[in-house]
């Protein structure tokens, strides 16, 4: 028998993908008609997408709970699973939006209908997709046009492309910048570190003080159109600026981290667009500090050549900066900015690694060091990493997006593990009661035929986590293995490689091998007791007929197991149990059972927060049912 051409199998796999993100479109439109009561509010831009969103879901907040894309996943994808994630008794969703070439918006703006949107400002991002300003505002403006009717346009007047958007905008606009006309006019910006960011606003003839704990003049814009989007959604003024009171910036964008060592990072290492680069080094001119250092990485979105623009911004660093670190295969051109005797001042490394070795020592107590690259290329902030704990990998251009404090492989490469038949359990697990770290395991059956049946919804549950948390799932003797970061807490993840009913002996011996008791362990599984949509936590009792469950318990030793259950027997469904749990659901009960998931996501983070183990008791999560 002939094999399959890989290119048979690439196009097999792109229409499977295909399918299944048509899927979860059609999903997301569906779920958002359901859902009138609910607020939708759209972010697009060139930059400052991220951090409006965070902000903004603080302001709306306090009209009750409010949902938001996670991280910065804001590809049409992401902005399904948002929608999906939504329920009827949030108050508000907050979409982060992207549009990275032509066309891109058209889905996620038919998926959101936006009750409110927001352009914060259109730059060179993905100029080479587009080839002009006009065509990327063109793209961005198709979420102020796809307002929902009586909807509301939360603008920058500053820019000019965003305010032609305005004016030709049928709906509302709240202007939001430092122009004459604008409805939140900015009169005075402040932000000298270490003291964070205050502005004063101008609103209806007050002036308010806004006071925040980001840092960076060029801020300001996000926590205007936060405050805008506030406004527009009825939220007092007063009450929205109290509730950016605790606002934080967002990870990787002009982000404070101190180091054990007294080593101080301004990390704004997401991405370095050209036109980026002038705001965080004035920020560092304006600094205080003992000695200012700037390490560079790889630049993008720039007409200019790898030596031009290294030269250029090597002398716009030398000006704020006392120690000037250049990282990349371009970095030498950097040197072409000063004499290179003066090699005390300016340095330039091919490697990430080599850049560390030389910062590792020379770095000391009072440093404020400002990084500024691309992270999926450079992946500069495992040189914050690497100050309390050596780091491992070393990669360049990996290409991964998440930040490497989210990757597994940040402090040791994976071992190459062996399959080894599984052993007959013991009557105890002998693992001591340490602190450990917490094991999640998601029941299942392995193949992609059982994918998105009711009986493989703890392997969902680990799918969507690890997707929001950056995790890169592999392939061990126990089954998947995955570690993401959650809440500050380290975390991994397993889908035993056996079938459901026999999942027990993978988990004990996964537990043991990376020496985890029992009780550091939560199983989630699905349950024909709880209503589809909710799920619910429980620390032991009977297995209630759950095969994979009294597998756990008789592998372990214990029925001492914290388990999370989520429903997926339909309202009405009298079939039999085997019947409901490998049957497709209609469209109406996905969306259902994807509230029970999102719910399940939220026990393990309250589960986290309590140390995992909590007394025996039942603590329930339910979505709303729709009727």
């Known amino acids: 028998m002939q094999a399959v051409p890989k290119r048979f199998m690439n196009l097999l796999k792109d229409v499977r993908w295909q399918v299944s993100y048509l899927k979860t479109y059609l999903l997301a439109r569906y779920r958002r008609s359901r859902l009138g009561g609910v607020i939708f509010v759209g972010i697009t831009g060139s930059a400052g997408k991220t951090t409006a969103k965070d902000l903004t879901s603080m302001v709306l907040s306090s009209l009750g709970p409010c949902h938001s894309s996670l991280l910065s996943h804001n590809r049409p994808i992401g902005v399904a699973e948002t929608i999906l994630g939504t329920t009827r008794w949030h108050r508000a969703c907050v979409a982060e939006v992207s549009a990275s070439r032509p066309g891109f918006l058209d889905r996620p703006v038919r998926m959101l209908r936006p009750d409110i949107s927001v352009v914060t400002l259109i730059a060179r991002d993905h100029y080479s997709a587009f080839r002009s300003l006009e065509a990327i505002a063109d793209e961005k403006e198709k979420l102020v046009t796809g307002l929902t009717p009586g909807g509301v346009a939360v603008l920058n007047i500053d820019d000019p492309l965003v305010r032609a958007m305005g004016e030709r905008c049928k709906g509302r606009v709240i202007w939001v910048g430092s122009s004459e006309g604008a409805t939140l006019r900015v009169r005075e910006v402040r932000s000298d570190y270490p003291a964070p960011l205050t502005l004063q606003v101008e609103y209806q003839g007050s002036v308010y003080e806004v006071a925040t704990k980001l840092h960076g003049t060029h801020m300001a814009l996000s926590v205007l159109t936060a405050l805008g989007v506030g406004v527009a959604a009825g939220v007092r003024l007063e009450a929205a600026i109290a509730a950016l009171a605790n606002a934080r910036p967002s990870e990787g964008r002009m982000e404070i981290v101190k180091c054990n060592d007294g080593v101080v990072f301004l990390r704004d290492d997401w991405k370095a667009p050209h036109w980026s680069m002038q705001a965080p080094l004035e920020f560092l001119g304006n600094a205080k500090a003992a000695r200012k250092v700037a390490v560079i990485g790889s630049i993008s979105d720039s007409a200019w050549s790898p030596a031009k623009r290294n030269t250029r911004f090597a002398r716009d660093a030398l000006q704020v900066a ?141 799918d969507r986590l690890a997707h929001a948390y950056g995790g890169e799932w592999e392939e061990q003797a126990e089954g998947e293995v995955c570690t993401v970061i959650m809440d500050g807490v380290s975390l991994k993840l397993l889908k035993p490689g056996v079938s459901i009913n026999r999942s027990g002996p993978p988990i004990r011996a996964f537990l043991e091998r990376v020496k985890t008791a029992p009780s550091a362990c939560i199983v989630v599984h699905d349950d024909m007791d709880i209503p589809l949509g909710e799920a619910r936590f429980k620390q032991g009792g009977s297995d209630a007929g759950h095969k994979g469950v009294r597998s756990v318990a008789a592998a372990l030793g214990t029925d001492a197991v914290g388990r999370i259950r989520v429903g997926v027997r339909p309202a009405g469904d009298m079939r039999q149990a085997r019947e409901v749990v490998l049957a497709r659901l209609s469209p109406e009960q996905e969306a259902l059972l994807m509230h029970g998931i999102e719910r399940a996501a939220t026990l393990v983070r309250e589960q986290l927060r309590r140390g995992v183990v909590v007394p025996q008791r039942e603590a329930s999560c339910a979505a709303d049912v729709e009727e």
């Not at 990349?328 to 040197?335: E, F, R, S, T, V």
């Not at 290409?399 to 990757?407: A, G, I, P, Q, S």
């Open 322 to 462: 006392d120690l000037v670190v250049f990282v990349g295969p371009d970095a030498q051109h950097a040197l072409k900015a000063g004499p290179l005797a003066d090699n005390k001042v300016l340095k330039a490394f091919l490697s990430i690694e080599e850049a560390a070795a030389f910062l590792r020592t020379e770095l000391r107590a009072g440093d404020l060091v400002l990084l500024k690259g691309s992270n999926r290329v450079d992946h500069l902030v495992r040189l914050v990493l690497d100050r309390d704990k050596r780091i491992g990998c070393w990669r360049d251009r990996c290409e991964m997006k998440t930040f490497c404090n989210r990757c597994s492989h940040a402090y040791e490469r994976p071992a190459e593990v062996t399959k080894l038949p599984f052993v007959r359990p013991l009557p105890s697990l002998s693992i001591p009661e340490v602190p450990p770290m917490p094991v999640l395991v998601g029941l299942g059956n392995p193949g992609a035929h059982y994918n998105g049946t009711p009986h493989n919804v703890g392997h969902r549950l680990l």
